[in-house]
């Protein structure tokens, strides 16, 4: 098996003001292209192949770095892309609005929960609201390009994740994440979130 870089379903420049068209060029087609090309050729051969990557990921050789940082950088950006874009932000609705009141006790707490994970990573690496298969809900952070299906890390479901790389950010942002991350509020796509909500807990 092959992976293959994702198109966007939004154009670089839909989700200005709040991520720019050049950050956004350079994301996808750089650095996510980098990873898909480096996780292609690190499992070439190898019994990996045939695998998806949610089964490399959940049954990873941690040491094995090629797979766990190019597996892991593959796997990110493609959930990321999908759980942001135009038009979006607000708040989420049904099942899902009633899981985070339930686990962070509001929609508000639940935000300030997230930003604190985003903005205290130190260095790289990715703040995430994960899901589990009986509904409930864990705000965690992972660094680099480590995500929570990776032995060690929660062992939960993905559902929404911030890049907190400074590639993600530092062209408009420079050193401010705390503004990168409350923008980030503003493009969140809670249809797609509460998909994977769903699927998580089906």
Not at 49 to 60: F, G, M, Q, T, V
Not at 68 to 87: D, V
């Amino acid at each position: 098996m092959s992976f293959q870089l994702p198109n966007l379903s939004y154009d670089h420049s839909a989700l200005e003001p709040h991520i720019d068209s050049k950050t956004m060029q350079i994301h996808h087609g750089k650095h996510h292209a980098g990873y898909t090309n480096k996780l292609n050729a690190a499992i070439n051969g190898t019994d990996l192949a045939s695998k998806s990557i949610e089964e490399i990921l959940k049954s990873l050789d941690m040491n094995n770095t090629a797979v766990r940082n190019n597996g892991g950088g593959y796997y990110n950006h493609c959930l990321f892309w999908e759980i942001i874009g135009p038009n979006c932000g607000g708040n989420p609705t049904g099942d899902l609005a009633r899981s985070i009141d339930k686990n962070f006790g509001s929609f508000e707490e639940f935000k300030s929960i997230f930003s604190s994970a985003a903005g205290t990573r130190f260095g790289s690496g990715w703040a995430w609201l994960c899901a589990d298969s009986d509904g409930s809900l864990e705000v965690c952070s992972t660094a680099n390009q480590d995500n929570p299906l990776m032995p060690g890390e929660c062992g939960k479901t993905p559902i929404l994740g911030l890049d907190v790389w400074e590639h993600a950010y530092y062209l408009n942002y420079q050193n401010r994440r705390p503004d990168y991350v409350n923008a980030f509020f503003n493009i969140i796509n809670w249809d797609a979130v509460t998909a994977k909500y769903k699927e998580a807990t089906s």
